[in-house]
């Protein structure tokens, strides 16, 4: 399915593919662990990118299908730990859309590794920078998304008109 | 039709930003991004000249959104949302990209860095385009302050808040205010005793008229929003009527019972009815139900018979209290490491091996030698050994510095030459007196006779086969030699640590905590007090090891926290709730169970479900379950997060 994609060369020689993820994280907690992982100058790839909410429990189904869709090979969601929720129990709603989530992918015929839901806390930045290190490897050895992601382009219902929508799953 | 006009601006952050993204090729990326009618590069868009450029070109360009790259949001927001509204333009027509803690910080490559960057960039112009202008809220606020843990942070924090006229709850869990530090002897670098500085604020918090003192109580449960706290306080029955009892002490005297004493660190004894030390606040006793003989077998009351004033009250209840804070403040302190848990210091099997807060009962005037720093059998030592962090600077328990414990040795060692004839073996790593005037005690203490320093790590402590004594093995660092030093008494200076139920505590009052588990502060060096929970602030030990000096100043900067939300007596609430779009709602109904909030209820004669600003948060868990899409959270709708996705993920 590598044929697909096209080579995005880095400019100054970057790698030829350079495997791209969609963090969505909330706001109070993981977000927060991101910014922690700036300030001690820890290191992960360039091709992870976050996008904020206030809570994980914002996350829709269709903002993970949305990520693939344009592009993404991996997708990423950041809750705090259970228990922390600043929100009292928004991660917890985030835990059980998992299983949706996992389902809309697999009927896309997207690995489900490909997304991922971690717990960090504001005060793990260390953490954040081991998950997305770990992410981007496993994203790597799966190859591009390249063919589902054009699949996914060309299946209905999935343009900015689904609001809030794949609820239902 | 045309979008609104745009404006980004781009920030070197000094060289933060500028060494690693190509500051000149993202000006002009964001140049060519569809609206953008002007974008500009600047050194540093946070100073004022910075600001003035938004203002001016909010005038200039007639600007209908502003884009700021640089830091993250939860540093400059506030800045730049103020130039804004003060240029001219509603301060959430603003958005942000995090090119520095989320791009320039962490990205090894300048070409990674620079497409990152433009990425960002192309996510917040698309956001920014669908943003649009809201008015923030205010609520009244209740003015009182709650605060819990009556140690020397909480009492420093309720005093300050006191004297400046508002009211105060203190609770505690122990039966006295004072904490911690009631049980030190002497504290460095001055050598006054710690009861002496501290038992006149501990009373002044009782006298004090807007202070209520809840001691033998703990916070049962929080719930609401800075402002308007809903808290649950249950204040445990001490078996005495506080009213009446004149703290005469006849009834401790007279009970038949005894039982190790938590104050004295298990070396006394004390009654099951009891107060904690001599100068406890209140001076009223508790019953400890679990040891009095009455509660076991239902005979005995001599207390109740021998008490003059007859406040014995074994009926009494529970006491629940619920009130409204304005304001929290958590200083519940600190947990000391335990040793035991470590087979090589020989805690708990050689009795002349105790803990630092053991030595201070020692050697404190109210202890239980009246002040003797004498060896379990009773005779004085002759060679004490002090070890420094015990259980801290090593990664098989604790890798932080526990700040206070080379202080504190040095401070023993002094004592021991004092009150004994004992030579003293002072084991340290580095040795770190780092606040005022404390490398002046310790070239004080080490100009003392038979006081040796010995740079290395206690390693173990065992029973000399010979003498029966202890023998300390140490790697003196400095003569390259392995040593065992005979001694007979060994202080362990051990590490402070996270109270066992920080997690609990932490949950209840919605803030969080760090790797080692302490509560987190908002930020390390700029928002010690603070914490991601809104009006909820940490002061002393529960937020990391620290000294007096140091918790005292975050008691009173968190009184001035809390100050800062009961004065203005209203605080501003974020307007980005969600809405229901009637049109949309198909009246499904599954929104509702799913607020933490129950701020979504169901209009019966409409059809559809109804959002209580009031009580909503803006948590958005609402929004991304409803199938027809007619929840919407303002600044954080689908449009502007599928607009942000499409944004991060183009080339």
């Known amino acids: 399915m590598t044929e697909n994609v096209t080579a995005k060369g880095g400019q100054g020689g970057g790698p030829a593919w350079e495997p791209k993820v969609v963090a969505i994280f909330c706001n109070w907690c993981s977000y927060t662990g991101a910014d922690l992982a700036g300030i001690s100058r820890l290191k992960y790839p360039a091709g992870l990118r976050i996008v904020r909410v ?40 985030t835990l059980k859309r998992k299983l949706v989530f996992e389902r809309l992918l697999e009927q896309f015929g997207i690995e489900k590794t490909r997304f991922r839901l971690e717990w960090i806390s504001g005060g793990e930045g260390d953490k954040f920078a081991r998950v997305a290190n770990e992410l981007i490897k496993e994203i790597e050895a799966l190859g591009p998304l390249g063919s589902v992601a054009e699949r996914l382009r060309q299946a209905d219902g999935l343009s900015l008109r689904a609001e809030g929508g794949a609820g239902s799953a | 039709m045309p979008g609104p006009k745009i404006g980004v601006y781009v920030c070197h952050c000094g060289s933060n930003i500028a060494d690693k993204v190509d500051m000149d090729a993202l000006r002009d990326f964001a140049g060519e991004l569809p609206d953008v009618v002007v974008s500009r590069d600047y050194k540093y868009m946070c100073s004022d000249p910075g600001q003035d450029l938004i203002k001016a070109d909010i005038k200039e360009y007639g600007l209908e959104r502003v884009v700021v790259a640089s830091c993250s949001p939860r540093m400059h927001e506030p800045t730049f949302k103020r130039a804004c ?7 959430y027509l603003m958005e942000m990209a995090n090119i520095r803690e989320q791009c320039s910080w962490v990205t090894v490559d300048r070409g990674g860095a620079t497409r990152k960057a433009k990425a960002l960039v192309r996510s917040a112009v698309n956001k920014a385009r669908l943003l649009e202008p809201l008015e923030d809220k205010s609520v009244p606020v209740d003015p009182k302050t709650l605060i819990v843990g009556g140690g020397i942070a909480g009492i420093e924090a309720a005093l300050k808040i006191a004297e400046a006229g508002y009211k105060v709850y203190l609770v505690e869990r122990e039966p006295s205010i004072g904490g911690q530090m009631a049980k030190l002897d002497k504290t460095f670098p001055t050598l006054d005793c710690a009861a002496c500085i501290l038992t006149p604020k501990m009373v002044s918090a009782a006298q004090n008229p807007n202070i209520t003192l809840l001691t033998y109580a703990e916070v049962e449960d929080v719930s609401g929003y800075v402002g308007n706290f809903e808290v649950t306080i249950r204040k445990r029955a001490r078996g005495v009527d506080e009213k009446l009892c004149n ?61 003059p004033p007859q406040a014995v009250r074994f009926d009494q209840e529970d006491e629940i209290i619920k009130e409204r804070f304005g304001a929290i403040i958590v200083s519940t302190g600190y947990q000391p490491f335990d040793p035991s848990v470590g087979k090589q210091w020989g805690f708990g099997r050689y009795d002349n091996v105790i803990t630092g807060l053991q030595f201070e009962r020692l050697s404190n005037a109210s202890g239980p030698t009246g002040g003797k720093v004498l060896l379990k059998d009773g005779t004085e030592p002759k060679a004490v050994a002090i070890l420094h962090c015990v259980g801290s600077r090593d990664k098989n328990y604790n890798e932080y510095c526990s700040r206070i414990c080379c202080m504190t040795s040095v401070k023993f060692a002094h004592l021991v030459r004092e009150k004994t004839g004992a030579k003293v073996y002072d084991l340290y790593m580095d040795m770190r007196t780092f606040g005022k005037q404390y490398e002046e005690f310790y070239n004080r203490v080490v100009a003392e006779r038979d006081i040796y320093f010995i740079r290395g790590k206690g390693a173990e402590i065992m029973e000399d086969p010979v003498s029966g004594g ?59 007090m603070k914490t991601a929970n809104e009006g909820v602030f940490i002061a002393g030990t529960c937020q ?100 942000q996705i499409e944004g991060v993920c183009a080339e």
């Open chain 2, 247 to 307: 703290g005469c002490g006849t009834c401790q005297e007279k009970c038949p019972i005894k039982v190790p004493n938590e104050f004295e660190e298990g070396m006394g004894l004390r009654k099951a009815i009891y107060t904690p030390f001599p100068q406890a606040v209140p001076n009223k006793p508790v019953i400890d139900r679990e040891n009095c003989t009455y509660y076991k077998t239902g005979k005995c009351r001599v207390c109740e018979r021998v008490c």
């Open chain 2, 85 to 91: 509204e003060v240029g001219g333009l509603n301060p």
């Open chain 2, 470 to 528: 202890l023998l300390v093995r140490v790697e003196d660092t400095l003569l390259g030699v392995f040593r065992e030093i005979p001694v007979d008494m060994v202080v362990l200076n051990v590490a402070m640590c996270p109270r066992p139920d920080a997690q609990e505590v932490a949950q209840k009052f919605g803030i969080q905590r760090s790797a080692d588990g302490f509560f987190l502060e908002y930020h390390l060096k700029l928002e010690p």
């Open chain 1, 54 to 93: 206030m809570c994980s429990g914002r996350v829709s189904p269709a903002f993970v299908l949305k990520a693939f869709h344009e592009g993404a090979d991996g997708v990423l969601v950041g809750g705090c730990h259970p228990g922390d929720c600043h929100y009292l129990e928004g991660n917890y709603k």
């Open chain 2, 544 to 643: 990391a090891p620290k000294d007096i000096p140091d918790t005292v100043g975050q008691g009173a900067g968190a009184a001035a926290e809390a100050l800062k939300v009961v004065l203005l007596g209203k605080v501003t609430v974020t307007p980005t709730t969600a809405e229901i779009r009637e049109t949309l709602c198909s009246g499904c109904r599954m929104c509702i169970p799913l607020c933490p909030y129950t701020a979504i209820s169901f209009n019966e004669a409409k059809g559809v479900a109804v959002v209580n600003e009031a009580l909503c948060k803006g948590c958005g868990t609402c929004a991304a379950s409803c199938p027809s899409g007619a929840l919407r959270v303002r600044h954080f709708d689908n449009r502007q997060l599928l607009s």
